[in-house]
């Protein structure tokens, strides 16, 4: 019990890292999403979408923290690594954690217009494909549901005002 509570505790330490870069993205005018790619307690990769600033569909957080991760690594294999993000990820973002053989997925909040690790689709446990990674989800799922649903709010008003 208390290894679990120790793992429940260091999954909720980075999600909050991860919801950090959530609100980094928000007070950029991205969507708010945030991950952490992880590797024996240590931060291996960080990002935050980025798709507004630069104009590129594939600039998701996950993608970052991945390719920061595979660059901290000298390895596009990121074995033993769990990746943190705010959102469950999209089937571009789920392919790449396939292709990037990542250990374990833990996300804050479910999508279900565009999940891919289990509201729409299931690319982690896929058997035709070469890899699947294990998933934890909910974790801080409510703070993270706040942060997208204040900043769809905002964006709504705004567009509704005439900004």
Do not use: W
């Not at 920061?68 to 392919?95: F, H, I, Q, W």
């Amino acid at each position: 019990m208390e290894n679990n509570l120790d793992f429940l505790n260091l999954d909720r330490y980075f999600m909050g890292i991860a919801l950090k870069l959530a609100l980094e993205a928000a007070e950029a005018g991205e969507v708010p999403i945030g991950a952490v790619a992880v590797r024996d307690g240590q931060i291996l990769g960080k990002g935050r979408n980025r798709t507004e600033a630069t104009n590129d569909p594939t600039a998701h957080a996950e993608m970052e923290a991945i390719t920061a991760a595979a660059n901290a690594l000298g390895d596009k294999r990121l074995e033993g690594v769990t990746l943190y993000v705010t959102l469950e990820p999209c089937s571009m973002c789920a392919g790449a954690l396939v292709l990037a053989r990542i250990e374990r997925l833990v996300y804050a909040a479910e999508d279900p217009k565009a999940g891919a690790c289990g509201s729409l689709y299931r690319l982690h446990d896929d058997p035709r494909l070469n890899h699947r990674f294990s998933i934890t989800n909910g974790v801080l799922a409510e703070e993270a549901s706040e942060l997208l649903r204040s900043f769809f709010r905002r964006l709504r008003n705004r567009t509704e005002s005439g900004q």
